[in-house]
């Protein structure tokens, strides 16, 4: 029916996955672009082997290239050349045999590529381990891909068969890639330096450079315009296989008297010019840091400019970590640039430069080289049909998602009325394989849960719940049922409507700053020195910043008026901060943060401390556990039977005190989003305390899981609703908690659902909403009681209203923590 449709459009547009690359798109010897005028070979077996035959796939003529003479590995003679007309950024390579429908066999087993930018001056393709030879076809009929690594980027591209032995090859070839828009053939710089750390070599040369090698590097372009850059640490990078510093450039200023490295870009033609944009390393603690200064000169005609720009990085005391600085050009006309980087320390490393454009000299002189299409016109008409047809079909989809959502929406209210008298019915067949016959279909819910069903028993009268009774005193249903919001602001647009105070915390310097006491009011917090930070470790990274462990001093001056006292001793904050490129909205919704998080005042929520707002980055200072997040604290810790009763009150004592900030969130209309063991720390005396840390972490990547378009998602720890009708509420908040506390009795040995691939999570919050008893629950943990898995799983009710409150989950944990202390 259209209930279900809809629920199973929902499903299979959540588990489509986005492509993991954007420069890979074939250019042209399949679909017919490149004409057969640019495809040219040394020579051809006959007529109807020619080089215009060499197109992957195509089967025209006797079916692919074949060179008249044999490939021999001493020669290699015999090529295959492909004009791509402009420079082009080429990724990949695929090549395939030739078989003419059984009257053929011959393929390469293995061939070499050289590429040129101009036509003169040809380079031999080496991989980032220097071999120049690649593995090609087994045989005649399969499409083998090649991953060009480093890529190249050139307007010609010859193949080159190789054989170890005597024998007739064929080619039949397809390149992929994107144009190349820099424009940019060549940079020159002065040759990278070697670095000794502790006994180690790293060697910072560009290793992929193909120009000419000498005193310095010229004609060429490598690794600084490869498409990557490098990692934090030089040291390390994301190449397997590779030697320290590898993709980094780098200099030392005891070579350069002037203390400034000079690099020159040529470019194809006379363009506009707006940024530039540099990968710096910044491990400032090794020497490195981002240059100082950056003065760049322009070329248009044949004499340089004498006006030059200037540009001055800010200068980042607080984070390592390498990062682009970008560089304003001034939107100058030219076709070569030379820049001067200014040293601000012992060591400069560069690992990609890159340059953005706003327009082209239209009376700039045209490459002798480039050949006119005549076609121009009609593959533009083409183009511009296609987008449009795109644009209606892209249009028709967003409205045929509404009509479902709708309908979706109605029928999640219909099953939720107390008064509904008919089940949804929904036929197995809504995700069979569309490969398969109607016969062979079969339901893939059925195909991924082997478990057992486990019934919840909710809080109603089941000998479960009279367990509960028992353990924890009576609770009447009608306590557990509460009216619940549908929709209820995530922080960034919370309305904080009360505030508690929060007694000083024992054995741990604790300072905040400005923080009003008034409910309701907007203060203003006080900006912090960013130098009396020391950086300390990179806690993590997101989408628009980054979170550092920073060691603190001086913080007595900022004391809020609640404080117990001025605190010398230095402590340590985690501090949040802003990149200086985010966009607009991201730095609206950082200050909007911080405005709420400096009103949260609770024992079991952390703390904002500080501010440092006057200038970039921005960033938030706040409190930072001694003994890290709830997670990494309790997987060090094992179950032993001897000590089961007193670590399961250690547990519940934690599980307590997260509902405790929970419930004084809830208590402001404060919906989470994100609880889990990860987002929790720990203290002094097993201390709990909320946070939002978590999703910045690349330790807990794998709890995140992403969907095309949309940002990540913690799908393990969220409610059914909130991931087939994106709603976050304080119930969907009470269902992260059941999870979390799941989390804690298993002391994070295991990820929820870890039997469960991400797509299956998925599936399974399919089967809540159908709710014909095949969803799947996290199973008991080895120290749990029956009553207290009975409270985890009504978190899990699939009718929102009858989960219970962070109010009732605190009160039954504080009662069950009274009776395990008198038992």
């Known amino acids: 029916d259209s209930d279900t449709t809809g629920l199973d459009l929902v499903l299979l ?31 051809q077996w006959s007529e109807s082997t020619a080089a215009r035959y060499g197109r992957l796939d195509f089967h025209d003529g006797d079916g692919a290239w074949c060179p008249d003479a044999v490939a021999e590995s001493s020669s290699l003679k015999e090529f295959l050349q492909v004009d791509l007309r402009t420079l082009h950024f080429v990724t990949l390579v695929g090549t395939q ?17 050289k590429y040129s ?18 593995e090609g076809n087994e045989n005649a009929y399969d499409v083998v891909l090649k991953d060009l690594e480093p890529p190249i980027i050139a307007r010609f591209v010859r193949f080159m068969p190789v054989t170890d032995h005597s024998m007739t090859v064929c080619m039949r070839v397809e390149l992929y890639g994107c144009e190349w828009l820099d424009g940019l053939v060549s940079y020159s710089a002065p040759l990278g330096h070697e670095m000794i750390i502790r006994g180690q070599h790293v060697n910072l040369n560009d290793t992929t450079y193909d120009g000419a090698v000498g005193i310095s590097m010229t004609e060429g372009l490598g690794q600084l315009t490869d498409g990557s850059w490098g990692l934090d640490d030089f040291t390390q990078s994301q190449v397997y296989g590779v030697w320290p510093g590898y993709d980094y450039v780098g200099w030392a200023n005891v070579s350069f008297p002037s203390n400034e490295v000079e690099m020159m870009f040529e470019f194809d033609r006379i363009r506009n010019f707006s940024l530039m944009k540099v990968h710096c390393n910044n491990m400032y603690t090794l020497g490195v840091r981002i240059f100082q200064q950056a003065v760049c000169y322009f070329r248009s005609e044949s004499d340089w400019e004498e006006k030059a720009v200037s540009f001055k990085p800010r200068v980042d005391i607080i984070s390592p970590s390498a990062r682009f600085i970008t560089v304003a050009l001034g939107n100058r006309m030219a076709n070569a640039i030379k820049c001067h980087f200014a040293f601000s320390d012992t060591w400069m490393m560069f690992s990609e430069i890159a ?53 979706l929406e109605k029928a999640f209210r219909r099953m939720l009325d107390d008064e509904l008298t008919a089940r949804l019915s929904v036929p197995r067949e809504a995700f069979t394989n569309s490969s398969t016959s109607d016969a062979e279909s079969t339901s ?73 006491l008034a409910p309701g009011r907007d203060g203003a917090l006080e900006e912090f ?3 009396k930070l020391t950086f300390k470790e990179k806690l993590g990274e997101g989408q628009f910043g980054e979170v550092h462990l920073c060691e603190v001093r001086g913080m007595q001056d900022f004391m809020n008026k609640d404080g117990s006292g001025p605190c010398n001793e230095p402590f340590l904050v985690a501090v949040k901060t802003l990149r200086e490129d985010a966009t607009k909205n991201a730095r609206n919704d950082f200050l909007k943060e911080i405005r709420i998080m400096s009103r949260l005042r609770d024992p079991n929520i952390i703390r904002l401390l500080a501010v440092c707002v006057e200038s970039d980055p921005l960033c938030m200072i706040t409190e930072y556990m001694e003994n890290g997040d709830l997670n990494q604290f309790l997987s060090r810790h094992e179950l032993q039977t001897s000590t089961t009763d007193r670590l399961f009150h ?21 919906v989470h989003r994100d609880l889990a063991t990860r987002n929790c720390l720990v203290g002094t005396n097993r201390t709990i305390k909320i946070a939002d840390f978590g999703m910045s972490r690349n330790l807990y990547r794998a ?25 976050f509420t304080m119930a969907s908040d009470v269902w992260a908690f059941g999870v979390t506390f799941w989390e804690t009795l298993m002391l994070c040995k295991e990820q929820p659902y870890s039997q469960l691939s991400d797509e299956e999570v998925i599936e399974n919050t399919g089967e809540f909403f159908r709710d014909q008893n095949k969803q799947v629950y996290l199973p008991k943990p080895a120290c749990c009681s029956d009553a207290v898995y009975c409270l985890m799983q009504s978190c899990w009710m699939r009718n929102a209203k009858e989960r219970p409150t962070f109010q009732q989950i605190h009160s039954t944990l504080m009662e069950c923590q009274g009776y395990l202390h008198t038992d």
């Open 703 to 727: 709890d995140y899981y992403r969907i095309q378009g949309r940002a990540v998602l913690p799908i393990r720890w969220m409610s059914w609703e909130s991931i087939l009708l994106g709603k």
């Open 355 to 407: 340059f953005q454009q706003s327009g082209v000299q239209h009376l700039s002189r045209r490459n002798p080289t480039h050949k006119t299409d005549d076609s121009n016109t009609r593959i533009l008409v083409g183009c511009l049909v296609a987008i449009i047809v795109i644009l209606l079909a892209i249009i028709i989809i967003i409205l045929w998602r509404q009509v479902w959502q709708k309908m």
């Open 117 to 134: 930018r101009e036509g003169s001056l040809w380079v031999s393709w080496r991989d980032r381990q220097g071999s120049q030879i690649i």
């Open 444 to 516: 893939t819910y059925e195909r991924v849960f082997p478990l057992d069903y486990q019934e919840p028993c909710g809080l109603r009268k089941s000998p479960e719940f009279r367990a509960t009774e028992n353990l924890v005193g009576s609770v009447s249903s009608q306590q557990i049922l509460g009216d619940l919001p549908d929709m209820v602001p995530h922080y960034a647009e919370a309305d904080v409507v009360r505030q508690q105070e929060v007694p000083s915390t024992r054995g741990y310097c604790i300072a905040a700053v400005g923080v009003p």
């Open 529 to 531: 020195p960013r130098e």
């Open 13 to 43: 547009m959540l588990l489509v996955h986005s492509p993991g690359h954007v420069c890979r798109y074939p250019l042209g010897m399949t679909g017919g672009k490149i004409q057969d005028e640019d495809i040219s070979a040394s020579s």
């Open 97 to 113: 045999g030739r078989h003419a429908e059984g009257m053929g066999n011959e393929f390469a087993q293995r061939y070499r590529i």
């Open 650 to 670: 250690t547990l519940i004592h934690m599980a307590t005190q997260i509902a405790s900030g929970m419930k004084y969130l809830s208590s402001l209309n404060f």
